[in-house]
Nanobody, 125 residues
Framework: QVQLVESGGGLVQAGGSLRLSCAAS????????MGWFRQAPGKKREFVAA????????YYADSVKGRFTISRDNAKNTVYLQMNSLKPEDTAVYYC??????????????????WGQGTQVTVSS
């Protein structure tokens, strides 16, 4: 069982930056791939970024590539999402998710078994 708690959301102007954090409980954090997803009002939840167990592999949605960076610190049981050059269309609730082991498709939300409660990110124009 893994419990995930996101933090770091807030209100920022377009072009600004935010760093989201997701703290995980348990002693097996390094055995989970981690992902970030987001859901805007009236839209389906979508993939944002993912990182493999050791952090050696990262994956990004085309819409955030070059602007967002996912990273993890296994000693701190934490995964991060650094978001730069934010746009109003990045406004959403951002969710952290965990998937045990290596996955065949990090982009698919159904690969992830554990989810955080979400943190709101609002980007004003």
């Amino acid at each position: 069982q893994v419990q995930l708690v996101e933090s770091g959301g807030g209100l920022v102007q377009a072009g600004g930056s935010l760093r989201l954090s997701c703290a995980a409980s348990g002693r097996t954090f390094s055995s989970y791939a981690m992902g970030w997803f987001r859901q805007a009002p009236g839209k389906k939840r979508e993939f944002v970024a993912a990182i493999t167990l050791s952090g050696g592999g990262t994956y990004y949605a085309d819409s955030v590539k070059g602007r967002f960076t996912i990273s993890r610190d296994n000693a701190k049981n934490t995964v991060y999402l650094q978001m730069n050059s934010l746009k109003p269309e990045d406004t959403a609730v951002y969710y952290c998710a965990a998937a045990q082991g290596y996955r065949s498709n990090y982009y698919n939300e159904f690969e992830y078994s554990y989810w955080g409660q979400g943190t709101q990110v609002t980007v004003s124009s």
